[in-house]
């Protein structure tokens, strides 16, 4: 077995080349994104940072790839260039690449050793899963590398484990419930059925025309919700089809891509984006029609959505993948932390960067962060409440400016 070596993309066209041994490893790291493979990187940055300075590191150990981290660079305080993860509120991509099966220990020296070569004085990173084993392994190779860090808590996302802790027992989970929300969708199934009855549609397009007629009808219904009001739906955002399009396509190309309606009288009156990969279910994006409020048709999508995975082998987990809100804590079974990772790269002005983080803006954000998970310990208390807003949150806001 060779010694594994550092290997550094300094150019789009460097990195493209080598998108065959990044998504090896990306099918090989646990727990991460679709989008974390080369081809929705590639696009995200076409889309949202064009002119970007952007940097990928990774080691190579016998022909694959063990480890790799995909880097660009943003303005923090619109003033100072760090490294940052591709992330925005519209669409992650990118993550920390990692083959726990190699040797985890010299992979990360050596690109903790890499971090201290980069041009920035920081690297900021967003919304960091900070408590998935890649992520630990990685705090470790840093603290050993004596590079300072700190990490601060962010969201809590809600997961429905169907299998570890439920083993497909759908009948335990209903009964886990709180009396109100059970309650609560008894009378919007009564509501429902007296006025005809809804019906889950769950599609995998497997041609372009199919699945740009049934992604314009989803995103038609996103746009009759709150959110076309806002100007935040994808179709108030011309360039976001385009984006979303290309995005499906390729998903629906390896298999990953599940649209689902709630069909009343036909009529699409919810709508979820999903992507689903190694047994996990995500839901970046949701939507429903207001004029239908009355039925709770997100509410009534998630319940025929989950009852339907419960049924089915290639489903273990399903992630609401956006911060706890009454809409999703009332069916979580577990939460789990998002982070902001702060990481100094050796220089004075980075270490003197963080330590202004450290010592006066993270004691304000522990503040405001622990205002908010009580607020978010009180909703997951008292499921029960019926939601003013039927709709999972957005992604995580990213402060840092491209």
């Known amino acids: 077995m060779a010694a594994p070596h550092l290997v550094r993309f300094d150019s789009l066209s460097a990195w493209r080349a080598s998108a065959e041994q990044w998504d090896d490893l990306w099918q090989r790291t646990e727990g991460v994104l679709p989008t974390g493979s080369s081809a929705l990187i590639f696009d995200w940055l076409e889309q949202f940072a064009p002119q970007a300075k952007c940097v990928a590191l990774a080691v190579e150990q016998d022909g694959e790839l063990v480890a790799a981290l ?32 190699c040797d985890v220990t010299g992979a990360l020296a050596l690109l903790a050793a890499e971090i201290r070569r980069l041009p920035w004085p920081l690297l900021r990173f967003d919304a960091v899963p900070i408590e998935a084993p890649r992520w630990q392994h990685l705090l470790a190779a840093l603290d050993a590398a004596g590079l300072g860090h700190a990490e601060s808590e962010c969201h809590r996302f809600g997961t429905v484990e169907i299998v570890n802790k439920l083993n497909r027992n759908w009948d335990a989970y209903e009964a886990a419930w709180s009396g109100n929300h059970r309650r609560h969708m008894r009378k919007a199934f009564r509501r429902a059925e007296e006025a005809g009855g809804v019906e889950l549609d769950l599609r995998r397009p497997h041609s372009s025309s199919e699945l740009e007629a049934l992604l314009n009808e989803g995103f038609e219904v996103e746009h009759r919700s709150w959110k076309g009001q806002e100007g935040s739906s994808v179709l108030a955002n011309p360039a976001m089809r385009s984006f979303y399009l290309r995005q499906a396509a390729r998903l629906a190309q390896w298999g990953s891509l599940e649209l689902a309606f709630l069909r009343y009288q036909g009529k699409a009156i919810a709508f979820e984006y999903g992507w689903a ?25 998630r319940y025929l959505l989950l009852k339907d995975f419960f049924s089915r082998a290639d489903r273990w987990t399903v992630d609401f993948l956006g911060p706890l809100s009454d809409a999703t804590a009332r069916w979580a079974t577990n939460t789990y932390p998002i982070s902001r990772l702060m990481i100094e790269t050796g220089k004075a002005s980075g270490k003197a960067l963080l330590g202004a983080y450290r010592h006066v803006i993270q004691p304000v954000r522990k503040i405001q962060r622990r205002k908010q998970s009580e607020r978010q310990l009180k909703i997951v208390e008292i499921k029960s409440k019926p939601a003013a807003v039927d709709a999972t949150g957005p992604l995580p806001a990213v402060a840092a400016e491209v």
């Not at 305080?77 to 993550?95: E, K």
């Not at 990969?277 to 997100?298: C, L, M, N, R, W």
């Open 70 to 101: 995909p880097l660009m660079q943003r303005r923090m305080a619109r003033t100072i260039n760090v490294g940052a993860l591709p992330c925005n509120t519209w669409c992650w991509a990118g993550d920390l690449l990692l083959d726990l099966t």
């Open 277 to 301: 990969v190694h047994g996990v279910y995500y839901t970046p994006k949701v939507g429903f029609d207001d004029e239908f409020a009355q039925f709770s048709p997100g509410q009534l999508l």
